[in-house]
């Protein structure tokens, strides 16, 4: 057989196998498959135009060629390879549309641009005119800095971006994050993460940190994570939560907005602003910074709040900062300029919880006011110390000294001990000032009420006497070593004197204006402290509010018909009231004395 008459038997063969191959082949898609919407992305590129750079076969082990619907189309078979441009594209096996420039691999997909990143998968669609592709089936993508793996991806060659919403799973060096969906930067090496975002984080101690959140953008050369929405962070021994901010997981630096806050076992600081040391253990707190100590139901509230954990201490400053302490049925708010909590903490259980306020420190509890320049809360016994200047207000009762120490007990005020030129004060009904005055005094209290004073060393007293609430009758002016006052319904009601008294009388026609007051007399009323002043701005909330008044409830109405009643009984005629029998005086009548010498209140001696 002659050779031109074999080269025409062959080509007579060619087109009935090629049609025949071809329609065992399915239909070519005649757009790429459809991706995935990627997640809406702020600031992103427009699309490019298609480059139309054809896509070159670099190797197959098999090649069959044919043309299906009009369309030529390659089956490439073992040890497929393709490249364009910067792109290399390897599979098992492969359909190529030689018209469209796309490609659909199959079996060990593996595609890899400018030799830094590879993504590998079972499936691969592949647009050489897009320069896009969608790998499925086990993906994995890698480069220098992380690796991503997920069940799908889709991928843009030019623009360098990749995204999937089907869940991904994140890991570099010191770092594992999974959400549902993501968009990532190749460019940037910026993630950006959608929906139950879980970012774990090791430090160099190999201490975990999670955070969780539903959107997270995350760089994987800065390691900053930024979040936005309710966001929880939590570490060996606390959690943070905020609804807006960042997170360094190399630096372990938190910023945090939008009621942000640290919770420990024990303690809770917050604020509208929140910037938190993990390394350190220190934090700041700005606007509406908050302390909670959950053991004992206290509350700090100001502006501006610094917390030192490993020592345990927090300060808070700002526009006069509140103290909030409730035990027992009243409540006590404490207000100064700044205040400091020191806590106790694992390394130093010996630590007592104190709280330091200065300066103009302010109290108040049920009817008790107080003031200083600065004063020391003993949480653990109770017991305030006010420092320099002190004032204690109760009712009419004034009672100052050099220095004074509150005690509380089961939640209620229980005595004061002032030390130093002790001084008492009480207002009465027209104007005038009883005092008495000493070296150290105890006032007794009982439900907020002043019951008794010990006067020790040097007790001196000033009182008048009055008829009735309006008319002042004298003064009495007795001098003793100690004396006790006794008080009922806020008023003095005895006076006894101890240990050789010496007492004087004077009525008001002799009454000079300089002997009705002691030396040091100051009666400090313009300084005492309201409620509403203590509460500031920071527990307005707590004031009390006047009830509204109930609208009187309407009678009811008689059921229609007539009902059978029992008949009443006859009201017995009342009986006329017993008087009582006049009784014999038990002795004879006593005539006054000339010039009593307390006849307002009975004094005794001792």
Known sequence: MSLLRFFVLLLGLAGPLGAAWA??????????????????????????????????????????????????????????????????????SAYQYLDKNQIEAFNHVRIVQSDTLII????????????????????????????????????????????????????????TLDSEQGFYDTNSKVFDFRRSVHLVSLNEKGERTDLRTDQLIFNTISKLATFEGPTYIQDQQSELYAERGTYNTITRLSNFERN???????????????????????????????????????????????????LGRTKIFGTRPVVRSISGRDTLYLAADTLLSVESRPSNLKQRPILYA??????????????????????????????????????????????????????????????????AIQEDTIGDYNQVKGRRMVAYFQQSQLRRIDVLGNAESIYFTLEGDSVMSGMNKSVSASMTLRFADNKIKQLTWVTNPEASYTPPAELKAEEKQFKGFKWRAAERPTRRQVLGKHFASDLKKAPARKPRSKPKAKPKGKAKTAPRPRAKPKAAPKLPLPQAPAGPPVAPAARPSVPAAAATQR
């Open 120 to 175: 590998t998968g079972n499936h691969g669609a592949y647009d050489g005119n897009q320069r896009t592709a969608r790998i499925t089936g086990d993906v994995v993508m890698t480069d220098p800095r992380m690796t991503l793996t997920t069940q799908a991806l889709d991928y843009d060659l030019d623009r360098k971006t990749a995204f999937y919403t089907v869940g991904g799973h994140l890991v570099d060096p010191k770092n």
């Open 23 to 92: 329609q065992t082949r399915p239909a070519a898609p005649a757009t790429r498959p459809p991706a995935a919407e990627a997640p809406a992305r702020p600031g992103a590129a427009t699309p490019k135009p298609a480059t139309g750079v054809p896509v070159k076969l670099l190797h197959a082990g098999i090649l069959r060629g044919g043309v299906f619907n009009g369309m030529p189309i390659r089956k490439l078979i073992d040890t497929v390879s393709f490249q364009q441009g910067d792109v290399l594209l390897y599979c098992d």
């Open 358 to 423: 200065w300066p103009r420190a302010q109290l108040v509890r049920g009817r008790v006011q107080g003031r200083a320049d600065s004063l020391t809360y003993d949480r653990q016994d109770s017991v305030i110390y006010l420092n320099r200047d002190p004032v204690l207000w109760q009712a009419r009762n004034q009672l100052t000294s050099d220095s004074m120490n509150i005690r509380f007990l089961h939640g209620q005020l229980h005595k004061a001990l002032l030390l130093g030129n002790a001084f």
């Open 260 to 310: 942000a806050k640290i919770t420990t076992p024990n303690y809770l600081l917050g604020g509208d602003q929140l910037r938190y040391d993990e390394k350190r253990l220190y934090g700041e707190a700005n606007g509406h910074a908050t302390l909670i100590s959950k053991k004992d139901n206290v509350v700090l509230r100001g502006d501006q709040g610094r917390y030192w954990r490993a």
